[in-house]
């Protein structure tokens, strides 16, 4: 049981979850007021993607997250900010009878360097690694982080003084970022995230996450989501298994049954379901100390 929580908020990730609900934030001003009402709800963490303004289509173009950046760091309300570095590992297959040349319209592969070209810039103190390859959702879409590429970004972070958060989605990434830490390029604290319930990684059922949680490193500090239905579940879930929780509209819309949510309102729904186990949350000073971050202005 970890009785010292802190949440991050996801609130607006890359998928088709702005077709979906007119609550899920597309520009930059709608993401910083996003990170900043759920640091106002208890979210210590605030993770963030960008879409782009027009079309509400995934982007990693680094002005827009400029734009979110100071923003946010321009408020009144202090949060940590996570950015994502999940962008350029995309690789759309041609279709089953013809998979060469990859689909143009869904394929985006950039080098390492591209890839962390906001954060280099923006210097947040903590970035996303997803730490391996995998079929992710339907059709022919892979999820493409190769084990060179994720060496070249992990030291390339470290460099930076940036904290990464390792997003495991399956036990093979698990021991891949074992292999991470034995080679120097992960400093204390390892910070990893543990992504269930996405198809085709890790189910998101008790037996399969303690799997996973019982096979962390040592002294590992960890967090653990699912996603849609079970995002709330997982809160306790995750809180009882010694970790911490991630809530938003990038993995799950809806509050309850046919109720869209905010992500204040998951947040908050999640702070009363802690509060209530008796869990005190940590905030973002807290955070800071905890994971040794470095905050850049």
Not at 60 to 88: C, F, I, Q
Not at 228 to 250: D, H, I, K, Y
Not at 254 to 273: D, K, M, P
Not at 280 to 285: D, F, R, S, T
């Amino acid at each position: 049981m970890n009785w010292d929580v802190f949440i991050t908020c996801a609130v607006t990730g890359s998928g088709g979850s702005a077709d979906k609900s007119d609550k899920v934030p597309v520009t930059p001003d709608e993401i910083a007021d996003a990170a900043i009402e759920a640091a106002k709800a208890g979210a210590a963490i605030a993770h963030i993607h960008v879409r782009d303004p027009q079309t509400g289509a995934p982007s990693r173009d680094p002005a827009l997250y400029r734009a979110v950046v100071e923003k946010v760091r321009a408020s009144d309300t202090d949060v940590v900010l996570n950015l994502t570095a999940g962008m350029g590992g995309d690789l759309v297959l041609g279709g089953v009878d013809n998979p060469l040349p990859l689909d143009p319209k869904g394929t985006d592969m950039a080098s390492a360097g591209e890839r962390l070209v906001h954060v280099a810039e923006l210097r947040p103190e903590i970035c996303t690694l997803d730490c391996g390859t995998m079929n992710f959702a339907e059709g022919d879409y892979v999820m493409t982080n190769t084990p060179s590429m994720l060496r070249a970004m992990a030291g390339r972070i470290r460099d930076l003084g940036v904290r990464p958060e390792l997003e495991v989605f399956d036990t093979g990434h698990l021991v891949f970022v074992k292999h991470l830490i034995r080679e120097g390029l992960i400093d204390d604290p390892v910070m990893i995230q543990l992504c269930m319930g996405i198809p085709y990684g890790a189910p998101d059922d008790p037996t399969t996450f303690m799997a996973l949680v019982n096979n962390l490193p040592e002294n590992a500090v960890f967090s653990g989501f699912s996603i849609g239905r079970m995002q709330l579940p997982f809160v306790a879930m995750a809180a009882l298994a010694g970790g911490n929780v991630r809530v938003g509209l990038e993995d799950n819309i809806y509050l309850s049954r046919g109720q869209l949510a905010t992500n204040g309102e998951l947040v908050g729904r999640a702070a009363n379901i802690l509060t209530s186990m008796n869990v005190n949350l940590l905030g973002p000073a807290e955070v800071r100390e905890k994971l040794k971050l470095k905050k850049h202005s």
